[in-house]
C-alpha cells in the first residue's frame, strides 16, 4: 500500500501538498499593506492581539493557544501555506475558514501583514488599537469621553460611528 509522504498533508493543521507553492498574487504595496493592517486590527486582534502574539483573554484560552505569529513557527511558512489557513482554518481549533469562493484578496493581504508583524512599530500599533471593535459600553464610555472633553469648544459634533467590514 502506497502511503502520501507529503508532510503538509496534515488534518491537524489543513495544509495540502499544493498550498504549500502557491504564491502571492497581489503586489506588495504599502496600500495593501495598510489595508491589511486595518483588516487585521477589525477581524484577526481579537484572537491573536494587534501584535500578532496571541496574548489576548480569548488568544490565551483558545485550545490550542492562538500562536505568536511573530516567531519563526509561522514567519518559516510559506505564503500559500499561510493563505490556506486563513482561507481554510484548521479544524478542531479556534481558526475559522475565512476564505470565500470568490477571488480572496483579502486572505492574500493578511499574508503580508503577518510577514511585517516581526517589524510592527509602536505608532502602527496605535493606529491599530483605534480600529480594533468595541462592544456597545466600550463605544458609550468613548462617546461620554468625547463629548466631556469637547464640552468647552463651540460647534463641536459627536464622533461619527466607524465604519466596520467584513473579513
Known amino acids: 500500500m502506497g502511503r502520501n509522504n507529503c508532510r503538509e498533508n496534515n488534518p491537524q493543521h489543513g495544509r495540502t501538498c499544493g498550498s504549500k507553492r502557491l504564491k502571492n498574487p497581489i503586489p506588495?504595496?504599502?496600500d495593501n499593506l495598510a489595508?491589511?493592517?486595518?483588516?487585521f486590527a477589525d477581524h484577526c486582534a481579537t484572537?491573536?492581539?494587534n501584535n500578532g502574539s496571541g496574548d489576548t483573554e480569548i488568544g490565551k484560552n483558545l485550545y490550542p493557544k492562538a500562536p505568536d505569529m511573530r516567531?519563526?513557527?509561522t514567519q518559516h511558512l510559506t505564503d500559500g501555506e499561510l493563505y490556506y489557513t486563513i482561507h481554510n482554518g484548521i479544524r478542531l481549533t479556534g481558526m475559522p475558514a475565512w476564505?470565500?469562493?470568490?477571488?480572496?484578496?483579502?486572505?492574500?493581504?493578511?499574508v503580508f501583514f503577518i510577514r511585517h508583524l516581526p517589524k510592527l512599530t509602536p505608532a502602527e500599533e496605535r493606529e491599530m488599537e483605534e480600529l480594533n471593535p468595541k462592544g456597545p459600553g466600550e463605544k458609550q464610555?468613548?462617546?461620554?469621553?468625547?463629548q466631556f472633553l469637547n464640552e468647552g469648544q463651540s460647534g463641536s459634533q459627536a464622533p461619527k460611528?466607524?465604519?466596520?467590514g467584513n473579513h
Open 99 to 110: 476564505g470565500t469562493a470568490e477571488k480572496d484578496e483579502d486572505s492574500w493581504k493578511l
Open 71 to 73: 516567531l519563526p513557527q
Open 35 to 39: 489595508e491589511a493592517r486595518a483588516h
Open 28 to 30: 506588495n504595496t504599502p
Open 161 to 164: 460611528p466607524r465604519k466596520q
Open 141 to 146: 464610555e468613548e462617546l461620554k469621553e468625547e
Open 47 to 49: 484572537c491573536h492581539a
